[in-house]
């Protein structure tokens, strides 16, 4: 069955430290990733997609991503955590050809000062 | 920036009233999905249309729930009647291929009494 696991409900970093957030998927097919950030009373917005090419993608706010086909992984990194970054970051994976995205049940990123 | 547009963003109700939620669309984008986020459930995706023709409605209950596209600019969920087991945030996003990127817009917060 196809899945995508975010092992992590919750994290907590300190600012300025780096962070990392992990995500696994399992897929039959080819997937096409993605990272969502969700802020309180809003909204996912993305971060960053992975289709094809450099496994090592960028996205905005800093943020990166890499693709792992052997581990089936797609975890998100940021080397230095800002206050504002605190939110809760969703995995999402979809099939090449078409069909609905599924998403991962979230991390919830605490960011102490 | 376009965005995608959700009326009303807060709804309160009694059970059994109907409710219908409004999402309008970014401009050109072809694919439009419905998505309920709560507490135990996380992001369960409802429904989704791609050049307004329903695609997958099998996460909706079909005996209350129903979701139409009157045109491209619009896009109706509606429950009927409602149930307390209903409040939830929903969201609609839409995009431009349903594994393309989704827009999300700032979610219909629903609250049945």
């Known amino acids: 069955a196809q899945s995508v696991t975010q092992p992590d409900i919750h994290i907590t970093v300190s600012e300025g430290a780096s962070l990392e957030l992990r995500c696994n998927y399992s897929?039959?097919?080819?997937?096409?990733l993605f990272w969502y950030v969700q802020s309180p009373g809003q909204g996912l917005q993305l971060l960053l997609k992975?289709?094809?090419?450099?496994?090592l993608v960028q996205g905005i706010k800093g943020f990166e991503a890499e693709f792992k086909r052997s581990q089936s992984s797609f975890n998100l990194r940021k080397p230095s955590v800002h206050w504002s970054d605190a939110a809760e970051y969703f995995c999402?994976?979809?099939?090449?050809?078409?069909?609905?995205?599924?998403f991962g049940q979230g991390t919830e990123l605490s960011v102490k000062p | 920036d376009a965005r995608v547009t959700q009326t009303p963003r807060h709804k309160v109700t009694e059970m059994g009233q109907e409710v219908t939620m409004r999402c309008q669309p970014i401009?050109?984008?072809?694919?439009v999905f419905w998505y309920r986020q709560t507490m135990m459930q996380g992001l369960e995706l409802l429904a989704y249309?791609?050049?307004?023709?329903?695609?997958?409605d099998s996460g909706m209950p079909k005996d209350r729930f129903s979701a139409e596209m009157p045109d491209a600019t619009l896009a109706t969920l509606k429950i009927q009647p409602s149930e307390p087991r209903d409040s939830a945030v929903y969201f609609c996003?839409?995009?431009?291929?349903?594994?393309?990127?989704?827009?999300f817009g700032d979610g219909t917060r629903l609250s049945i009494l």
């Open positions: 996003a839409s995009g431009l291929g349903s594994n393309q990127p989704q827009h």
């Open positions: 897929y039959g097919a080819t997937p096409y």
């Open positions: 992975y289709f094809s090419g450099d496994t």
């Open positions: 999402a994976v979809g099939a090449v050809f078409g069909g609905k995205l599924i």
């Open positions: 401009l050109g984008h072809n694919t």
């Open positions: 249309f791609r050049n307004r023709a329903p695609l997958d």
